[in-house]
């Protein structure tokens, strides 16, 4: 376990840091490709995948994302597959079936793969949130293989809800269709909303693998700026430090 929890609001914020390395090759670009415009040096990106255990004072247990998978996992073509996710949950003194609520922040194979195992839900007794315009958009191979299991768990949300006490998502488009990031207090678990670091200093730099840029970059920017006039605590996916106070 690489990385320290942090109590917010009541709340301990555990990251789970599923894997740690570079892209595959079926993907990876030289940084200043990766993020046209930021200028950063080209040299490899070395990504964490990071997943996020909120425990609530009541006991209650939120995951937000679920990693990589395993080595069947569809991200296995370009992450560092198996993830860790259950050993670091583990090391946190979490089963699986502890889980009450899942959220996956958007339906790409590194979020969402690890909500399932041999084709059934890993966290049997979570619900499983998702925003509806997510569900829309899901590719057809990720709906069979991820969707399709969760089927009897999901909990679809439009927009901004509270999907336990004292924890809220709420809608972000850009990145994908329905991406959401989760808020408790002064944290918000952004997901990819931000990806390097890099777009803290200018939210208008791009993400060569967002659905739609110019809507991420417009999405990014807002929210960002709420955050930032709240100085709010980013929990981030692919960060190497977990956490950044804005
Ligand atoms: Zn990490
Ligand atoms: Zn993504």
Not at 29 to 37: Q, S
Not at 225 to 236: K, N, P, S, V, W
Request: aromatic content about 4%; glycine content about 8%; overall charge negative.
């Amino acid at each position: 376990m690489p990385h320290h929890p942090k109590t917010v609001s009541g709340v301990e914020v555990t990251p789970l840091c599923d894997a740690v390395g570079p892209m595959g090759e079926a993907i990876r670009r030289p940084l200043p490709e990766m993020f046209p415009g930021s200028a950063l040096p080209d040299e490899p990106w070395v990504l964490h995948f990071h997943c996020y255990l909120l425990r609530d004072r009541a006991g209650r247990l939120t995951l937000v994302d679920t990693g990589i998978g395993g080595t069947d996992s569809l991200a296995s073509s370009w992450a560092p597959v198996p993830g860790t996710l259950t050993g670091e949950l583990a090391a946190a003194g979490v089963a699986p079936a502890d889980v009450d609520t899942v959220i996956l922040t958007h339906l790409h194979s590194d979020h969402a793969s690890g909500a399932v195992s041999d084709g059934r839900p890993l966290f049997e007794n979570a619900r499983y949130v998702v925003q509806q315009a997510e569900l829309d958009a899901a590719d057809g191979l990720l709906a069979d293989r991820v969707l399709t299991p969760l089927k009897g768990q999901l909990l679809a949300v439009d927009g901004d809800a509270e999907v336990t006490p004292g924890v809220r998502v709420h809608l972000t488009p850009g990145h994908t269709p329905g991406h959401q990031i989760a808020r408790v207090g002064e944290l918000a678990v952004t997901g990819d909303l931000v990806l390097h670091p890099v777009q803290l200093d200018d939210p208008a730099v791009r993400y060569v693998y967002d659905d739609d840029q110019e809507r991420a970059a417009a999405t990014r920017a807002a929210v960002l700026g709420e955050l930032r006039a709240a100085h709010a605590l980013l929990a981030t996916a692919h960060f190497a430090e977990p956490f950044v106070r804005l």
